[in-house]
C-alpha cells in the first residue's frame, strides 16, 4: 500500500529532517514494505537516502527561469526528489492553480518521468448537489490528464473532508473509489480527515490502495502507527 504524508505549511527544516529520521528508523526496524512518501515545505527538502521517499509539494512546469517565488525541475533535482504531488485542493482553492496550469504541470513532471500523486475531489456544495454533479465535478478534474501514465497516483480527497475531522461514511469510500477506478486503474489513495482511529479501516476498503494524511502525520508516532496498520493489511 501507499502511505504518504502531506505536511502542508508545517515543521522547519531541523524538525523535518528529525521527522523523516525517526519515519526512516520505524520502516528499517519494522522491516515495512509499504511504499512511504513524504511531501515536506519547500524550504525542507533534502536529500533522503532510504526507505521514505521524499517528495515536492509543488513545481513550476519549468526546469528554471523567471518565476519568482516558485521553483523548478533544478531544485528539485539538487535533492534527487522525482516525486510531486499535483492538484492538491489547496492548490486548487486557495492558491487558484486551474485545471490548465495542472495539466501543464502534469505533463512537464510526466515528461521527466517522475512519480506524479494527483489529487482529485469535491467542495462541499458540489456534494450537496448530488451524485450525479459530484462525478460530474470530479470527472473534470481529470481533463487533460493522462490516466495510464505509469507512475501515476491518484488521490480522492473530498475539499470538505480536509482538516475538518469529517469524512465520507466507509460505504461512501467505497462507491466513489470503485467509480474512479473506472477512470484510473492507477493506484488510488483516500485522504481527507485520516487519522489513528480511522485509518485501519479506510485502509481495509475496497479500493482503497492507501492514504494521504495531513494534519494527524505531523505526529511522526502517529504516522507510523498508520504505516503499521496498512504493513498488518498488507494488500
Ligand atoms: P488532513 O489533510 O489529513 O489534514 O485532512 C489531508 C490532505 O490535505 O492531504
Not at 21 to 33: A, G, P, R, T, V
Not at 88 to 97: A, F, L, T
Not at 123 to 128: A, K, N, S, T, Y
Amino acid at each position: 500500500m501507499i502511505i504518504a504524508a502531506n505536511l502542508k505549511t508545517n515543521l522547519t527544516r531541523l524538525k523535518t529532517i528529525k521527522y523523516i529520521d525517526e519515519l526512516e528508523s520505524f520502516l528499517q526496524q519494522n522491516n515495512i514494505s509499504q511504499e512511504v512518501l513524504v511531501f515536506p515545505a519547500m524550504s525542507s527538502l533534502n536529500q533522503h537516502i532510504g526507505n521514505v521517499t521524499v517528495g515536492a509539494q509543488n513545481a513550476y512546469a519549468t526546469k528554471n527561469g523567471a518565476f519568482t517565488g516558485e521553483i523548478g525541475e533544478e531544485q528539485l533535482e539538487e535533492f534527487s526528489i522525482k516525486t510531486i504531488l499535483i492538484g492538491h485542493s489547496e492548490r486548487r482553492h486557495v492558491i487558484g492553480e486551474t485545471q490548465e496550469m495542472l495539466v501543464k504541470k502534469f505533463n512537464f513532471y510526466k515528461e521527466l518521468g517522475y512519480k506524479i500523486v494527483y489529487c482529485v475531489g469535491e467542495p462541499l456544495e458540489v456534494r450537496e448537489a448530488g451524485h450525479d454533479k459530484m462525478m460530474e465535478y470530479i470527472s473534470k478534474q481529470y481533463e487533460g490528464i493522462d490516466t495510464n501514465y505509469e507512475n501515476l497516483i491518484i488521490a480522492y480527497e473530498p475539499v470538505w473532508a480536509i482538516g475538518t475531522g469529517l469524512t465520507p461514511t466507509l460505504e461512501d469510500i467505497v462507491a466513489i473509489h470503485k467509480e474512479l477506478k473506472e477512470k484510473s486503474h492507477a493506484p488510488l489513495l483516500y485522504g481527507g480527515s485520516v487519522k489513528v482511529t480511522n485509518a485501519k479501516n479506510v485502509l481495509a476498503l475496497d479500493g482503497v490502495d492507501g492514504i494521504l494524511v495531513g494534519s494527524a502525520a505531523l505526529y511522526v508516532d502517529h504516522f507510523c502507527t498508520m504505516i503499521e496498520y496498512a504493513q498488518k493489511l498488507n494488500k
